[in-house]
């Protein structure tokens, strides 16, 4: 029996308001796996969903199928720089995102000190791969709730991103690009250019989106109302970024706890405020990843003219890098929220512990609580807007 | 607050269960806690109006080494702005520690990895079963004496 | 058509069986057409190109291609399915959609049975095609094929009412059933069509042409073949030339609904120019063109439309187009009461 079911309040079930019938129907929950290989969990993910008809009793997530144990190499380099490479491969959506929480934690347990331009570039960087990352979340998660059309329109864009990070440090996906100390390559002469012409170019493709599938009744449907995320529930869970944003909280580890030199730039907080739905609903936080894509291009507009063109980004990597025993936590804001390194050194030249706290493992963690009582084609509204990478999720 | 405030608050309260805290001469000041107190020490930090740490940041397993083994908390309290880090030490005998995850719910999913990993068992986790390795793996992947099993359900593991 | 095949074959049978072969002789070589139509279509919506390569002139070939490997594949039926069934309900399938052949008049001189309840034996036959999916979903012994036959058998059950509904008014202002009758009281001019006789009917146009779209399981209504959510719905175990001829009836049915569309309510195959560029062959390229021109909305629709939850399907299946459904045929009663 189908009912209309909300995650507002308790579902009501037909066979639960007339006692007995459920027994005498012999209904049962059936348990349906949404399997490691599936056109939109994002990767190998395995969701065991526990349904009765079509509404979701529970969800339990299975994970570790993209375990590739980074934390066990990191304990085996012979330098602390060969980590950035399988930093890299976590996130590999937004690469350059990892590296720079990686490159904040080691220079702060090491440090150094880094010149503006390396800064400004690095943030330049992080911005572009932040526009990268939501761009391919928003299209696919278009394309989860059957609108085909933005994930071309988005991987378009995508497209003129990677060609600056080809054109910078050689290529497209994974860059081993920020080392601690400094950058590999130095920013090339149209680097400003290329990054001026970008921003100019993705402001109205921003408003080509709202258009075609932001602002559409039929998605508006699928996604405002489903799936929310109170702020209480949010913080405990210790969800972070545009999935903690849409609850409407207020927090971006760029304004909170800012490093690099994100205090010198002036940005909004994009913070989702239940209009088209409840606060916290899926439609949110999609639309808060919309607006962080125009305040990247606003932040990168700065960054490019405060950046100094001259100096050499290679002057602060230290030859040796034996750091004295001790352990740092930093964290950063990285596209899917806030990605903290624990780094402990034994005094030794290899890591003697790095551990990565990946938002999407503690993002994950809270797709149960907003799902229960929702359909199954509503799992997938919430899984998307989540925006999961599994490359992070397993490490 | 400080480290050492919060450390003079919580021996204050607890007492002998807070163990000792190192503040000077470390780029990271910690507060170490008894394995048996974790889950009280947790709920008044969350709770308390001069503290009220509601975000668990990370929990890490660690492995020192000659049987030393620990957990190392990560806290954050947003509405103050300031952090904490709170460790615990356990041996290889006694590898059990309260579990925090009815104060912080973010905690159940980091519990269960360092399960998975070390083999630390926390007393109270509601489901505490591997989560990244495959169920019926043998072993505890990151300690510092792992071997690299040479078969798993017949198949040859290094290649 | 009759008349000549039975003075060439001298035989009754043999002829009926030959004229059902005539459809097929359109809808086969239109379904390998469609499936090109739509890569190219949905390319160039999403800025880039589609097929380019098989055949030369922007992959023309492609469809006969995709033909080639899927003959050619192995035939693989899971063990634990229910064989009888499986094997059978792409055939179902297929009849249900192309029955509907039958009675749709492609021109004035052919019509492959002029019975004078054509319509209801349209809408009629082309619910065959839930059976078949039923059966495809549950024999695959699958949990999230079965989820999608099911989704089908009560969407396509829901969106017959509306559909029905909405053509009852085309039949009240026409007085027959016969669609080649139909077709000949729109003859004239393009006003004269149906669709913009009367407000009320273009309303019903609308809703037929929806509720059309929840016949055949495109997008918004594609709940059924979900992609990202059910993998391919009910179809899901079939490979080789099983998909094939699931394929096939679903760009059958496609054009079958968008032909009911053009003959009831944009005048079949009579030309919008009045007695210029008529004749039998003239209205075939009418009839064609119209249904075509229906067709291109709905892939537009596809390509355009993000897709809507199963209650949320329902919910505008019965309490949205059947209330105006039933207004339409009220209005329309009173309509040519008054005026005729």
């Known amino acids: 029996m189908i009912t209309t079911a909300t995650t507002d309040g308790p579902t009501i079930r037909r066979t639960e308001t007339i006692p007995g019938l459920r027994r005498s129907l012999r209904a049962h929950e059936m348990i349906v796996n949404m399997g490691p290989q599936h056109p939109s969990t994002h990767g190998v993910l395995r969701l065991e969903l526990i349904v009765d008809g079509e509404i979701v009793v529970d969800v339990i997530p299975h994970i570790g199928y993209l375990h590739r144990c980074f934390e066990k190499h990191c304990e085996h380099m012979t330098n602390y720089q060969q980590v950035v490479p399988y930093a890299d491969r976590m996130d590999y959506v937004a690469a350059m995102s990892n590296e720079f929480g990686y490159v904040v934690a080691a220079e702060r347990l090491l440090g150094i000190k880094v010149s503006d331009k390396v800064e400004f570039t690095r943030v330049i960087m992080a911005e572009l791969s932040r526009i990268a990352s939501h761009l391919i979340a928003l299209g696919t998660y278009g394309m989860d709730i059957g609108a085909f059309t933005p994930f071309l329109f988005c991987m378009r864009d995508r497209e003129h991103i990677l060609d600056i990070f080809e054109t910078t440090c050689g290529a497209r996906l994974l860059y081993n690009y920020m080392w601690i100390g400094g950058l590999s390559h130095d920013p090339p002469a149209s680097f400003k250019d290329k990054v001026r012409d970008f921003c100019r170019y993705f402001k109205p493709k921003i408003n080509e989106l709202n258009e075609l599938l932001s602002y559409n009744k039929i998605f508006i449907e699928r996604t405002a109302g489903v799936g929310v995320l109170p702020p209480e529930v949010a913080v405990n869970y210790a969800v972070s970024g545009p999935t903690l944003r849409g609850s409407g909280v207020q927090w971006d580890l760029r304004r909170n706890d800012p490093y690099s030199v994100y205090d010198r730039l002036q940005f909004d907080i994009p913070v989702g405020k239940g209009i088209k739905g409840r606060v916290g609903d899926c439609w949110d936080r999609y639309m808060v990843r919309v607006e962080e894509m125009a305040q990247s291009v606003r932040i990168m507009e700065q960054a490019v003219e405060m950046m100094p063109s001259e100096g050499d980004v290679q002057s602060a990597i230290p030859k040796r890098i034996r750091p004295a025993a001790g352990e740092v936590y930093a964290r950063t804001e990285t596209p899917k929220g806030e990605l903290g390194y624990y780094i402990v050194s034994d005094g030794t030249a290899s890591p003697f512990r790095v551990k990565v706290k990946a938002p999407s493992f503690v993002n994950l963690s809270a797709l149960p609580a907003m799902s229960r009582g929702a359909m199954i084609s509503d799992v997938v509204a919430i899984l998307g807007s989540i925006d999961i990478v599994l490359g992070e999720v397993d490490r | 607050m400080t480290t050492v405030e919060i450390f003079g608050l919580l021996k204050e309260k607890f007492g002998d269960a807070i163990l000792e805290s190192k503040t000077e001469g470390v780029p990271s000041p910690y507060v170490a806690v008894a394995p048996h107190s974790v889950l009280n020490v947790a709920l008044f930090l969350r709770d308390n109006e001069q503290t009220r740490f509601d975000v668990l940041m990370c929990l890490s397993g660690m492995d020192y080494m000659a049987g030393k083994f620990g957990v190392v908390y990560h806290l954050d309290s947003m509405p103050l702005r300031h952090k904490l880090t709170l460790k615990v030490h356990l041996t290889a005998e006694n590898l059990h520690v309260q579990s925090v995850e009815s104060v912080w719910k973010t905690a159940d999913w980091h519990e269960r990895e360092a399960f998975d990993m070390y083999g630390i068992v926390f007393d109270g986790h509601p489901d505490l079963r591997r989560i990244l390795m495959p169920d019926d793996w043998e072993g505890y992947p990151l300690r510092k004496d792992f071997k690299v099993p040479q078969y798993y359900n017949g198949m040859k593991v290094p290649y | 058509m009759k008349e000549f095949l039975i003075s060439l074959l001298q035989n009754q049978i043999l002829v009926y069986t030959v004229m059902a072969f005539v459809p097929l002789a359109f809808v086969v070589p239109f379904a390998l057409f469609a499936v090109w139509w739509e890569r190219k279509i949905s390319a160039h919506m999403q800025d880039r190109l589609g097929p380019m390569r098989t055949g030369g002139w922007h992959g023309w070939s492609q469809t006969i291609a995709d033909i080639g490997k899927l003959i050619q594949k192995e035939d693989i039926i899971p063990a634990a399915s229910d064989h009888f069934l499986f094997k059978l309900a792409p055939y179902i399938v297929f009849t249900g959609s192309y029955a509907a052949y039958a009675a749709i008049p492609f021109s004035a001189a052919y019509v492959g049975s002029s019975i004078n309840i054509g319509l209801f034996y349209v809408i009629a036959i082309s619910s ?58 729109q003859g004239g001019w393009f006003w004269h069509w149906y669709a913009f006789s009367n407000p009320l009917l273009f309303l019903a146009m609308v809703i037929y042409f929806v509720s059309s779209l929840a016949e055949v399981n495109r997008t918004p209504f594609d709940i059924p073949e979900a992609e990202s959510e059910l993998v391919a719905g009910y179809h899901t175990e079939y490979g080789g030339m099983r998909f094939a001829l699931l394929f096939l009836s679903e760009y059958a049915n496609m054009f079958a609904v968008s032909a009911i569309a053009s003959t009831l309510f944009f005048g079949g195959w009579n030309s919008p120019f009045g007695n210029a560029l008529t004749g039998p062959w003239w209205g075939l390229i009418w009839f064609v063109a119209k249904g075509m021109t229906f067709i291109f909305i709905q892939m537009w629709l596809r390509w355009t439309l993000p897709r809507l939850r199963v209650d949320q399907l329902m919910y505008v299946a019965w309490k949205v187009l059947i209330p105006f459904a039933f207004v339409i045929i009220f209005g329309v009663g009173i309509w040519t009461l008054v005026v005729r």
Do not use: C, H
């Open chain 3, 128 to 185: 065959l095609v839930v059976v078949g999916l039923l059966m495809a979903g549950w024999a695959s012994n699958n949990k999230w094929s079965l989820f999608g036959a099911l989704r089908s058998a009560a969407q396509i059950v829901s969106y017959e009412i509306p559909a029905a509904l909405a053509l009852l008014a085309v039949v009240m202002v026409a007085g027959t059933f016969d669609l080649q009758e139909i077709n000949r009281l």
